[in-house]
């Protein structure tokens, strides 16, 4: 119950295509959904992160797309670059705290010039 | 800027040996955490500390302990290192925003 699923493990998109990353979730009780973005020898950053009362957020050209019924969000990159390849996880949070943060097992994603 | 300093970024210890991996963060959080990135295994919370001295075990925390006697700093400690410990180790602080702030990871190997 306390896992976050995620896929697909790896993924290679042409620049200017779309990536997307989807993850699934099973507790109900998570209310924070981030998105973390590593790149080679740095530690992850957060890149976006929604709640689940909302369907969808929008930064640039990166956007979560939320469904609470089915328990699943996505990633969706935009018009992806080179400079888009690295590692992403997806983590859920229940009760606002970092102490209780679930993540994903990662998504090593490689954008082809 | 936000940091978090992890003092070691690459080490070799051989099997037995005792290992510190250092953290110090500048954000004067009170939350503190080490997790572990195994390549398919995403990252796995070892062990967090919510105040100076105090501790929890996460979800591996086998093998390891750890030491918070100043606010700004969260050492972990491997007793007596073995080679399935060996994995890059990453500590970040939490703003209770529910927000991570990573260092750049010590990456361990044990022969």
């Known amino acids: 119950q306390q896992q976050v699923k995620q896929s697909p493990q790896s993924l290679i998109v042409q620049k200017g295509g779309i990536s997307i990353i989807n993850c699934a979730y099973e507790?109900?009780?998570?209310?924070?959904f981030p998105w973390y973005q590593q790149f080679p020898g740095k530690g992850p950053a957060l890149l976006i992160a929604?709640?689940?009362?909302?369907s969808e957020k929008k930064e640039g050209r990166f956007t979560i797309s939320f469904n609470k019924s089915a328990k699943q969000f996505s990633l969706h990159i935009m018009d992806s670059q080179p400079g888009d390849s690295a590692t992403y996880f997806c983590a859920a949070i229940g009760y606002s705290s970092a102490s209780k943060i679930i993540f994903g097992s990662g998504t090593r994603l490689s954008i082809r010039p | 800027d936000v940091k978090v300093t992890q003092s070691s970024r690459y080490l070799v210890k051989r099997t037995g040996e005792k290992v510190f991996l250092e953290c110090v963060q500048d954000m004067d959080h009170e939350n503190m955490f080490w997790y572990r990135q195994d390549p398919g295994l995403g990252l796995r919370l070892i062990y967090f500390s919510y105040d100076v001295k105090m501790k929890e075990k996460g979800d591996i925390p086998e093998g390891y302990s750890v030491s918070r006697e100043k606010k700004e700093r969260f050492s972990l400690i491997l007793e007596s290192a073995s080679t399935n410990q060996t994995s890059m180790y990453l500590c970040a602080s939490d703003s209770n925003t529910g927000e991570l702030f990573f260092g750049e990871g010590s990456r361990l190997t044990v022969l």
């Open positions: 507790n109900t009780a998570f209310d924070y």
């Open positions: 929604i709640r689940p009362d909302v």
